[in-house]
């Protein structure tokens, strides 16, 4: 079983490094690293991407599994390709384009960076995927600075690429392949209620909502996370 593990926005594909060694080793794991793309324009073109990373990789029917921006891509992927994925995972993250307040703030976002620099963003929005930061002072600080080096460009064509994404809102009930969500009970970047509308729209739901986490439930909650995926890929 052939599993790729998309990460999110302001993060590079070592979000994953202490959660892949929990799940059994007889799955085959690839990481898909977007962090350093400056030519796109929506999230169609990361899509595009990771079909060219799949092909040269040689995969067949994966599993696809994305945390936040990361879910926008594996969605986008699985709605244009439904045939070629065989199952989907959304990591804090939503089927929902952004609402017009939402796109306002993205282009604010992308101004600031672009004016501002990376390590000004993600000092300010890296803590904030936490319910208490408190706690992970030092793996935080240690991901601010490794963070910090993504390019601004980058930062700032992912932020318009969301902006610009497609509502797959309609997309869900489509996908026969099963589909799970994990969501942060205090996620300020997809709040819960939002979220859980969604989940009716699933022929094959599977939902983690977790009381004790954010935006980072494969830190904040690794092992609860760890057992739902596991129970999940055991359906498949």
């Known amino acids: 079983m052939k599993i790729i593990w998309i ?3 302001g993060e590079d594909s070592t979000v994953w490094e202490d959660f892949l060694p929990k799940l059994p080793a007889y799955y085959q794991h690839f ?7 400056t030519k796109a324009t929506d999230i169609s073109d990361y899509a595009l991407i990771l079909r060219e990373f799949i092909e040269l990789h040689e995969i067949t029917n994966p599993i696809l599994i994305g945390h936040s921006m990361g879910g926008y891509i594996a969605l986008e992927y699985a709605g244009t390709f439904p045939d070629e994925v065989s199952g989907l995972g959304l990591f804090h993250s939503s089927a929902a384009a952004d609402s017009k307040d939402k796109k306002a ?6 101004q600031f960076i672009q004016k501002n620099g ?14 208490s930061p ?9 991901n601010i600075e490794r963070y910090s080096l993504i390019p601004a460009e980058s930062l700032s064509t992912a ?3 969301m902006r610009n994404r497609k509502d797959h809102i309609n997309t869900l009930s489509t996908f026969k392949f099963p589909l799970f969500q994990i969501l942060g009970k ?3 970047f997809v709040p819960l209620e939002l979220a859980l509308q ?3 729209q699933l022929q094959k739901p599977y939902t983690l909502v977790l009381n004790e986490a954010a935006h980072a439930g494969m830190i904040e909650q690794a092992p609860i996370c760890v057992e739902f995926i596991r129970h999940f890929l055991h359906q498949l």
């Open 7 to 9: 990460h999110g926005f």
């Open 31 to 37: 990481t898909f690293d977007h962090a350093l793309i």
């Open 105 to 110: 703030e993205r282009l604010k976002t992308a």
């Open 118 to 131: 990376s390590k000004a963003f993600i000092e300010n929005f890296y803590p904030k995927m936490f319910s």
């Open 134 to 142: 408190e706690n992970y002072e030092e793996l935080i600080s240690r």
């Open 159 to 161: 932020t318009l690429a």
């Open 186 to 188: 205090s996620d300020k």
């Open 198 to 200: 969604q989940t009716i």
